[in-house]
């Protein structure tokens, strides 16, 4: 329900702004001064694909496969701690009728240690990974951000909509001369 009401309230949002763009660039094609003193002043307007230009940031990329390296040298540590549960709790199994009773405590207790530390490498690494991949998107998207803000006032537009269609975005159509969608992602590979 509120997922609805913020699209229905960007839609408005967004036609509300392209009509007084538009009233505003008609009455200085006729000569006409704006109705309202705060009547936004003549300028263009853009669109691009927030997730093209995020698919194809160099910098995603090499920070992404970064981000993957640290994912997998966790999983192997993990995995190697995983297999020493399994061995010792295998060890445990396999004596059960030739071990002491000392023994068999000395193998519960590295089991049980065992088994502990692989449960707490676990959720440190889960946690670890899901900070990083949080700090990696909002770096990445503040960057893309600044990015549209840079060749948005280098070019002199005054709106820049997000159009990707499959995100459910207010933008229904747009003619594809204002797609800057390329114009941003080499800007942001440019630097």
Known sequence: MKRRLAI???????????????????????????????????????VINKKTVFDNYTKRKAEWDKLEAEKAALQKEIDAL?????????????GAETLTEEQKRE??????????????????????????????????????????????????????LDCDPKAGTPVLYFDPSLDITKKVTDHLNSK
């Open 8 to 46: 229905v309230l960007g839609f408005a949002c967004v036609c509300a702004t392209v009509a007084i763009l538009f009233v505003s660039d008609r009455a200085s094609a006729q000569g006409e001064k704006p109705a309202a003193t705060g009547a936004a002043p003549k300028g263009k307007i853009a």
């Open 82 to 94: 995983r297999v020493q549960v399994n061995e010792s709790r295998s060890k445990l199994r396999e």
């Open 107 to 160: 193998l519960v207790d590295k089991a049980t240690a065992d088994e502990r530390a692989y449960e707490d490498k676990f959720r440190r690494s889960q946690g670890d990974i899901d900070d990083k991949s949080e700090k990696f998107f909002s770096v990445i998207l503040d960057q893309i951000s600044t990015g549209v803000r840079e060749v948005g006032n280098a070019e002199n537009f005054k709106i820049i």
